[in-house]
């Protein structure tokens, strides 16, 4: 099964004072262990890299570099899909939907993906799946 990480999820993992951090990591152990095929975008690389930077510090980018990474899969965003992701943000018009979380739409369509690790509602929205269960 395939299933797409968010930049919420990956936080949560990875911060251990964070709210959803236990149900994060176990949910994390139970995908990797499930040999599931996990995918992400470039852009919530990028997003999470300077997250992690700012509130955690480089030594956390290095572990998220070092030892998650690996095993993510990566969607590259090209110049079409980016331009795809923004003209749902801009048809969207809403101030806390990001251009991440849209082009992680686009790939997740793509991609034929349906299941996303988040604890972001913007996803439940599109109608994702989301483990686990989003309130």
Not at 102 to 111: G, H, I, T
Not at 113 to 118: G, L, Y
Request: hydrophobic share 50%; with cysteine.
């Amino acid at each position: 099964m395939a299933l797409f990480i968010d930049t919420s999820a990956l936080l949560a993992v990875m911060n251990a004072d964070d709210e959803y951090h236990g149900a994060a990591l176990d949910a994390w152990v139970g995908a990797v262990e499930r040999d599931n095929r996990l995918v992400s975008t470039s852009y919530v690389l990028v997003e999470t890299t300077a997250l992690l930077q700012n509130r955690m510090g480089i030594e956390a980018v290095a572990i998220f570099n070092n030892d998650i990474l690996p095993v993510i899969e990566i969607c590259w965003i090209d110049e079409a899909l980016h331009a795809t992701a923004m003209a749902i943000l801009l048809a969207a018009g809403r101030p806390r939907l990001s251009l991440v979380d849209c082009a992680s739409f686009v790939c997740m369509r793509q991609w034929g993906i349906k299941k996303v690790f988040t604890f972001d509602p913007h996803f439940k929205e599109q109608g994702f799946e989301c483990l686990p269960p989003v309130r």
